[in-house]
């Protein structure tokens, strides 16, 4: 049989920056869907300085104020006045700062719990590994809902029950993520060969594992806050996440379905809020997975 | 003397792609007689798959046949219906695959699959009929049990009896002209002496039946097959009887490929591949589109394209050394 | 197949036990006296009550015990009364998991109905306007959320057209459609069918939009495979080969992903049935929260669990039973 010989050129080698910022520029979601979240992030940043009114300020007088485009609006209060007369507008770009917290929040705390704890599952086997994986099983039995359900109704309602319960949620996939990778590593041999020359545990999972399975990671991570951001809304929706007065787009959909005949605009404007942050924050995770991880493809 | 059963003229067979129009098949010229058995060759990319796919007018779309005729049995195949050429299938043209394994629908059974061929083209015959014929074709191709294998799934045999299988579906209708695809390519060495033993034994059982055998293995083609023809892309080289190809090759391209043959009576210091890629088929090397890899090219080469020239009774080539 | 549906079985008894021993343990999760909690959503407690309750929860009472007594509560049939609607919370739920069960059922026959379809013309007409269409529907599908959904349908529906009632539920569809069906009279189908429409809707957004995509790919995958050559070399004609080869190729990975809806199906009715009030389990799980009802909560919690488990076995099993290779994988 012949064998042909082949040359192949070598691409210089480009930064990873650079290599975001060139693929970026090529995809015509990844862009939109990172504009729009740079949109939504500097919303939340500069609410203060946005919003027209005071969120929790209640004006008799403006109660179900119609929007400005209708009759009886005013620009002042671009959609108008809920059900106490509270400024609409102001309180959805309010409401985005509830929103972007949570869900770094929660993402933050399930990333890193979930990936230290499926190193150690990865990396020690046996026992740990065994325990860890049945809990985290046993969770994945039933769906998201339950589980947070349980929790909030355990703890009670709120804020910081509703970041623990979302935390407890996700850091399953974080784990079984990093200890997959950390399984597949443990095996290599210079793995073997660093173990053997005394390189530690701890340096062996930072330096190894950890930076192989970051892209997949991070792309995980995007994905997640999209759906945390989804998540937070649903219990404030159900009144067991954020408490009034802090403004939230769950909560406030809540309110607002029902007023919908007096203004829907406390339901729709906080609406149109989280489909556009999650939509947003969808595109660039997809761009991400298609970049970084393509054998991923779920959806 | 009769009519060739095939006869394929000038055939141009082209793919849209991303990049421009792939062509497959660049005008390609060969006959088949009756009763012959020819081997196809050449390496992956050569066209050989897609001129096989072509007679059978199995290229799936965007891919498509763009001009020259095939000629079958006195019937112009490209000028038939669908429904027409759909009735020729499995009944006077058949084609065996590559992989066994994917080749097979996991979900129905063997039985089925091959009693597939037999209603789609004796609608009226009887469930009984049907099974007894399946059966006797399967214990023909060699697998133990027929009878009680019918029902089995294809998961449940191995690479070399699910082969069988499809051969069996391949001949049961005793058809004409049989194009193998690399049949033994996806599996063992040790198979592929029996699938091959099958083939011939099958073969000269079957007084009617002609085989294009395509593969890159001439060590394969060599055993089977009365006339080589080599392809390289998308072009015929050269064709000849194959103990003359095997022994005294002409085209450079023949040559090298014989020669990077790995050998077991001999002592060998390096093995010997031809030097070089395979041409492009979207913008291939302008003349002869071997020239970039030919030791023996002049400048003729480099502008002229060879075309298939009879160089004595039974050879072939298309070489401007040979012009 | 027996042997695998007894090892499932086994291991789902032994995830409810493990359910079990949670909830029973409740009284001792929350922080804080758990009764006083109580108090919070139930004005009006007596002293007596109290006592009634810390005895029911097993306050003063070390873990074990608690369970066992809960556990021998279940097979009794008493899963604890309910505070704040001095009934049994078996009864209360029992009375709900129908409507619950309709609604999902209702909108996977949507989801389904819509889903199927789509997602195999786009594959088909893959590039095209629908194709389009399917793909931005997916992407919708996962970022709107059904709740949104569900208010912006009534919005549409009941505020501005009028066509259909936000709220409310007069009986069983299935029921009313059987009736519906002996007597040839809808008119009672069709008021109590008004009811779900919306809901179900709301909840089939999502589903709908996540199978269309993944039936698509599944019937792109299939499309390429080489056995769909094969039969065409057969002289088998095209409508055949893609309705007896692709098809039902295509219908075991769709199944599978279908089964694996219903979970978050059954998940989203906790949701969906708080925006229409819809009197099932879910409602009346979010309500027990509010009212720190916690013999009820205990019960919610023990029944969703028992629904869930119960389905994964149910589409395991369908799984196994339809896909030839594993069925016969010990031949």
């Not at chain 3, 070399?233 to 075991?252: Q, S, W």
């Amino acid at each position: 049989m012949t064998t042909i010989e082949t040359t192949e050129s070598l691409d210089p080698p480009v930064s990873a920056a650079q290599r975001f910022l060139s693929e970026l520029i090529r995809s015509p979601k990844g862009l939109t869907g990172f504009v729009l979240i740079v949109l939504v992030l500097l919303v939340a940043l500069l609410a203060p300085l946005l919003a027209p009114h005071d969120p929790a300020q209640q004006v008799l007088g403006a109660r179900f104020q119609p929007p400005a485009f209708a009759e009886d609006g005013e620009w002042s209060r671009v959609l108008g006045g809920d059900n106490l007369g509270r400024d609409i507008f102001s309180r959805v770009l309010y409401g985005s700062q509830t929103s972007i917290m949570v869900a770094l929040l929660v993402v933050f705390n399930a990333m890193i719990t979930g990936s230290i704890l499926g190193a150690i599952s990865g990396y020690f086997g046996g026992i740990v590994d065994a325990a860890i994986m049945r809990v985290a099983d046993f969770q994945l039995s039933f769906p998201f809902i339950l589980v947070a359900l349980l929790l909030l109704a355990i703890v009670g309602p709120g804020f910081w029950t509703m970041v623990f319960a979302l935390s407890v949620a996700l850091w399953v996939s974080f784990a079984r993520l990093v200890r997959g990778e950390t399984l597949k590593i443990r095996e290599l041999e210079y793995i073997q060969a660093a173990k053997s020359i005394g390189v530690g545990h701890a340096a062996i999972i930072f330096g190894h594992v950890i930076p192989n399975v970051l892209p997949t990671i991070i792309v995980l991570a995007t994905l997640d806050i999209a759906a945390v951001v989804l998540y937070e809304a649903a219990i404030s929706f159900l009144g067991l996440g954020t408490q009034p007065p802090t403004p939230s787009w769950g909560m406030m959909i809540s309110e607002g379905r029902n007023y919908l005949y007096e203004n829907y605009w406390m339901a729709l404007g906080p609406g149109i809020a989280i489909m556009t942050t999650s939509i947003a924050i969808n595109l660039f995770g997809d761009f991400l997975r298609d970049t970084y991880d393509p054998r991923q493809e779920r959806l | 003397m009769s009519e060739p059963l095939l006869s394929i003229e000038n055939l141009v067979t082209r793919f849209p792609t991303k990049r421009g129009r792939l062509t497959a098949v660049d005008g390609v010229s060969l006959t088949l007689e009756r009763r012959e058995t020819l081997g196809l060759v050449g390496e992956s990319g050569s066209g050989k798959s897609v001129l096989g796919l072509s007679v059978m007018r199995l290229v799936q779309p965007p891919g498509k046949i763009e001009s020259g005729t095939i000629r079958f049995a006195g019937t112009s195949l490209l000028d038939l219906g669908a429904d027409e050429m759909r009735k020729l299938r499995g009944q006077r043209l058949a084609m065996i695959f590559q992989d066994p394994t994917a080749t097979l629908n996991p979900v129905l059974t063997i039985g089925e699959q091959i009693g597939e061929v037999l209603r789609w083209h004796l609608p009226s015959i009887r469930p009984a009929e049907l099974r007894e014929r399946v059966v006797e074709m399967l214990d023909r191709v060699g697998i133990p049990n027929a009878s009680q294998r019918f029902g089995d799934y294809p998961h449940e045999f191995s690479g070399g009896m699910q082969q069988r299988v499809i051969i069996a579906a391949a001949l049961i209708l005793n058809p004409a002209l049989v194009i193998a695809d690399e049949p033994t390519t996806a599996l063992d060495v040790t198979v592929q002496a029996q699938i091959l033993d099958l083939l011939r034994r099958l073969k000269d059982g079957e007084p009617e039946t002609a085989i294009i055998l395509v593969s890159h293995d001439l060590g394969v083609v060599g055993e089977m097959c009365e006339r080589i023809a080599v392809m390289y892309a998308g072009n015929l080289v050269e064709v000849a009887a194959a103990d003359d190809i095997l022994d005294d090759p002409k085209h450079p391209y023949t040559v090298g490929l014989i020669a990077s043959i790995p050998r077991l009576d001999r002592e060998v210091g390096a093995l010997n591949p031809i030097p070089g890629r395979l041409a492009d088929p979207v913008s291939p090397p302008p003349g002869c589109k071997f020239h970039p890899r030919c030791i023996h090219a002049f400048d003729r080469c480099r502008v002229e394209r060879p075309v298939l020239k009879m160089l004595s009774p039974g050879r072939q080539v298309a070489c401007h050394l040979h012009d | 197949m027996f042997g695998y549906l007894v090892r499932r079985v086994l291991s789902a008894l032994v995830v409810i036990v493990c359910v079990v021993f949670v909830v029973s343990a409740i009284s001792k999760l929350v922080p804080g006296d758990i009764v006083d909690m109580m108090e919070a959503g139930n004005p009006g407690m007596t002293e007596q009550d109290k006592e009634v309750l810390r005895e029911q929860l097993g306050v003063n009472k070390p873990i074990f015990e608690t369970f066992t007594s809960y556990l021998v509560g279940i097979f009794k049939g008493d899963l604890g009364n309910s505070t704040r609607l001095r009934s049994s919370a078996a009864v209360l739920i029992g009375e709900r998991v129908p409507a619950t069960l309709e609604l999902a059922l209702t909108a996977l026959f949507f989801a389904l109905v819509i889903a199927l379809p789509l997602g195999i013309i786009c594959a088909l007409k893959q590039g095209t306007v629908v194709d389009y269409f399917g793909t931005i529907l997916s992407v919708l599908g996962v970022a709107v959320p059904g709740f949104l959904v569900g208010v912006i349908l009534i919005l549409v529906f009941s505020v501005e057209l009028q066509w259909l009632p936000s709220t409310g539920y007069k009986g069983s569809v299935v029921v009313a459609a059987w009736n519906a069906l002996l007597a040839w009279d809808f008119s009672i189908l069709w008021d109590r069918l008004r009811y779900i429409l919306m809901p179900a809707a709301s909840l089939a957004f999502a589903v709908v939009a996540i199978n269309v995509r993944l039936i698509r790919s599944t019937m792109l995958e299939v499309i390429r495979q080489d056995y769909l050559q094969f039969a065409r070399a057969k002289g088998v004609p095209e409508r055949t080969v893609y309705l007896r080869h692709a098809f039902r190729n295509a219908l075991i990975p769709t199944v599978t992903i279908v089964g694996l809806q219903l979970g978050n199906l059954l998940g989203g009715t906790y949701i969906i049935e708080n925006v229409f009030a819809w009197p099932g389990i879910g409602r009346l799980a979010v309500q027990s929260i509010f009212w720190r009802d916690y013999p009820l909560i205990q019960a919610n919690v023990l029944i969703a669990a028992c629904l869930f488990v119960f389905l994964n076995i149910l589409v395991d099993v369908t799984y196994r039973l339809i896909d030839p290779r594993i069925r016969y994988a010990r031949r």
